[in-house]
């Protein structure tokens, strides 16, 4: 039995090994979009009540649980800007993790890392970023990204392109220098 199956079965165990699996990507990618580390523990904990909810109405996904997750945590995110009348920060690439390479990056290496996270901060449309954030940062697939933005995968490829443009094009400007 899939883990999706034993899920939709409410079988406890699996329901606690999908908690395991995906809960710390939610939480990243729901801190990098929202920048409050309360909130992203609350989308988190919504994310799978929602899904909860859904695998016992016989809803829910089925096939990409991944993809299914990503989705509903970018829509709690947008409701919960949209419910407390600000914007979402997207103050995202600030908080990259911090493994032990980037400790050990030379400063002429961090000096383009950060002048990358200029660009994706400063240059990049809203879409963009959310491109880039999910495609590069979170890993996810073209389909993957396109079912989470809502958008055709087409119209993400076209995103990803320009939000690349943008970044070879501000890269170029600085290495001309």
């Given at each position: 039995m899939t883990l999706l199956e034993a899920a939709r079965q409410m079988d406890r165990e699996a329901l606690v090994k999908i908690f395991d699996l995906y809960s710390p990507s939610l939480y990243n990618y729901a801190f990098r979009l929202c920048n409050d580390a309360l909130m992203a523990d609350y989308i988190v904990g919504d994310v799978f009540a929602k899904l909860l909810e859904h695998l016992s109405d016989g809803r829910g996904p089925s096939t990409n649980l991944r993809s299914y997750l990503y989705e509903i945590t970018y829509h709690l995110i947008v409701d919960e800007a949209r419910y407390s009348h600000r914007s979402a920060p997207i103050d995202e690439v600030e908080y990259l993790k911090q493994d032990e390479y980037c400790t050990y990056v030379s400063a002429e290496n961090r000096i383009l890392f950060d002048a990358i996270l200029r660009v994706v901060r400063n240059d990049l449309t809203e879409d963009q970023r959310h491109v880039i954030i999910l495609r590069f940062l979170e890993g996810l697939s073209l389909q993957e990204t396109a079912t989470v933005i809502g958008k055709e995968v087409n119209?993400?490829?076209?995103?990803?392109?320009?939000?690349?443009?943008?970044l070879r094009k501000v890269l170029d400007n600085k290495d001309a220098k």
């Open positions: 119209n993400v490829k076209v995103i990803q392109n320009r939000a690349i443009a943008v």
